[in-house]
């Protein structure tokens, strides 16, 4: 598993070192991949080209994020106006469309996501509604979804939520959750420490609920939790790299 920010990925010294050989290693990333350093779209293409069909991290955001931009001024920050401009753009895209927001492997005993499991979703809901998403950029009308994804409600899992609604609180879930308050709301303000947080939040992982205390989750998304301690089942890999710190790889097998 790695975190690696497009500026770390273009430096291949740590696969170097992993003696990482594609013919029989998987790889799989948490995310960040892309606006992240200043060569995203080299970035973008070393991954497609390595055969990495499972990468659950924060590329379905970045194809919602594509989509929404499509021909829009982008940020000067996120460097990225060389994947609108590459010849091979929607090939990209149409890539990072296909790709889980959730891998489950039972024969190695690990969940991987971006951000995180909702504290009301065992493994079986997590895996049907990051499913759920996963068929609409797929196959269905994704444009919408994009179009109107992007919002801060619903805060609250019910298995009731219907249609976007629902596919609004997963994508939330998924690639965007870092505190919780206590009741599980999901909170998208504190991006702090645990430490520095306010005490009305909490971090997912540290709410009630049984995966978390039974399986083994490793994530991405949360640079600040880089130094502090997680429960032992719980794999933070982001350790922020892109502000000039240590970009992590984890050897599953041991």
């Not at 927001?101 to 990051?130: E, R």
């Not at 999901?186 to 540290?206: M, V």
Request: charged content about 25%; hydrophobic content about 40%.
């Amino acid at each position: 598993f790695n975190r690696r920010p497009a500026r770390a990925m273009m430096n291949s010294m740590l696969l170097e070192r992993v003696r990482f050989d594609p013919a029989q290693d998987t790889l799989y990333l948490t995310g960040d991949l892309l606006a992240r350093g200043d060569n995203s779209l080299a970035c973008l293409r070393l991954v497609k080209s390595l055969g990495m069909r499972r990468v659950p991290c924060r590329q379905p955001r970045f194809t919602f994020y594509f989509h929404r931009t499509w021909g829009e001024k982008n940020k000067p920050r996120d460097r990225v106006d060389a994947i609108f401009a590459a010849e091979d753009f929607v090939e990209l895209v149409n890539w990072l469309r296909c790709q889980p927001l959730l891998i489950h492997n039972p024969a190695q005993n690990f969940v991987l996501v971006h951000a995180g499991i909702s504290p009301d979703w065992d493994l079986t809901a997590a895996k049907v509604c990051a499913n759920e998403v996963e068929n609409v950029l797929r196959h269905g009308n994704y444009r919408y979804l994009v179009e109107n994804m992007y919002a801060e409600q619903p805060h609250r899992w019910s298995p009731h939520l219907q249609g976007l609604d629902r596919l609004r609180y997963s994508i939330n879930v998924l690639t965007r959750m870092r505190f919780c308050y206590l009741d599980h709301r999901l909170d998208f303000a504190c991006k702090l420490s645990i430490k520095d947080a306010p005490k009305a939040l909490a971090p997912w992982f540290a709410l009630d609920n049984p995966l978390y205390q039974t399986g083994n989750i490793v994530f991405g998304h949360w640079a600040s939790l880089v130094d502090e301690t997680t429960p032992p089942n719980i794999y933070a890999l982001d350790t922020g790299c892109v502000w000039g710190n240590r970009l992590t790889m984890l050897r599953w097998e041991d």
